[in-house]
């Protein structure tokens, strides 16, 4: 058993064949795939596909790229659509100094707006944060609530600091990359317990894929690569962070419960 907890199911690159790679996931022993909004559009078809397949549940929120769409407006859209039964995080949410499509006081606005909501509401949040740790942080300083850092990318000099706020580590397929010796002494010393597995598909693409388009089932490479950099099993990787989804995410999965 195995959950994806960071997918974009709704994109163009699956129009294709969405079905099918929907269903391979299924084969392929995922109980539970998370899809991620990162605009209101991608929001609306994120629970609709939560709406058509028992296994797959919602994040809803607007991605720092798009900050500057964030209006009284759109976060009361938000509100509405994060009542539904089947969303589970408000996602993906942060900061992007990389590509710094957003004046960053912009992106820290929308981003402190859609922690404000989730706090609200009582869910956790899905955060995508590049070249941008530092403020994360600093914005994530006394907000009372839990979520997860998703694709990190941060060095493990960093990393006390995001267990110490209570966050999970979301780690993708550039573990499996061959020169991705840093990403994978992060992955050896999170605890087992903040661990979860992801994809963020279509992109980041493990390896032996790379260069493809990516999809849910090949989130066991992604468990694989962790399992080897922890010499642990993947069953073991796959198991904890399983249970890490679903504790975090209030997921219900055949034979587990949610709390
Ligand atoms: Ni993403």
């Not at 058993?1 to 129009?15: G, K, Q, R, Y």
């Not at 969303?87 to 100094?97: M, N, Q, R, S």
């Not at 907000?143 to 209570?166: C, D, I, M, N, Q």
């Not at 962790?226 to 890490?244: D, F, L, P």
């Amino acid at each position: 058993m195995m959950v994806d907890t960071h997918t974009h199911l709704d994109f163009a690159e699956f129009d294709a064949d969405r079905e099918t790679v929907i269903a391979r996931a299924r084969l392929a022993g995922l109980a539970a795939i998370v899809n991620v909004g990162a605009d209101l559009e991608s929001s609306r078809a994120s629970i609709a596909l939560a709406e058509q397949y028992d296994f797959i549940y919602a994040a809803v929120g607007i991605h720092p790229h798009d900050a500057c769409t964030v209006t009284p407006q759109v976060l009361e859209e938000l509100r509405a659509l994060a009542r539904h039964p089947k969303v589970v995080a408000v996602g993906e949410i942060g900061l992007d100094y990389y590509r710094d499509l957003s004046p960053r006081p912009v992106q820290r606005q929308a981003f402190a707006d859609q922690l404000a909501l989730a706090a609200e509401l009582g869910l956790p949040v899905i955060i995508h944060s590049r070249d941008a740790l530092e403020d994360t942080l600093s914005v994530l300083q006394g907000w009372r609530g839990t979520g997860v850092l998703h694709s990190y990318s941060g060095g493990p000099e960093r990393l006390e600091k995001v267990l110490a706020l209570g966050f999970f580590i979301g780690i993708s397929g550039p573990v499996t990359f061959p020169n991705a010796h840093r990403l994978r002494s992060v992955a050896a010393v999170v605890p087992l317990d903040r661990l979860l597995i992801e994809t963020d598909c279509p992109y980041l693409t493990p390896e032996p894929y790379r260069g493809r388009r990516n999809e849910p089932t090949y989130v066991w490479y992604v468990a694989g690569a962790v399992a080897r950099a922890r010499g642990m099993s993947a069953e073991t990787i796959a198991q904890a962070t399983t249970e890490n989804a679903v504790r975090l995410l209030g997921l219900k999965l055949p034979g587990t419960r949610p709390e």
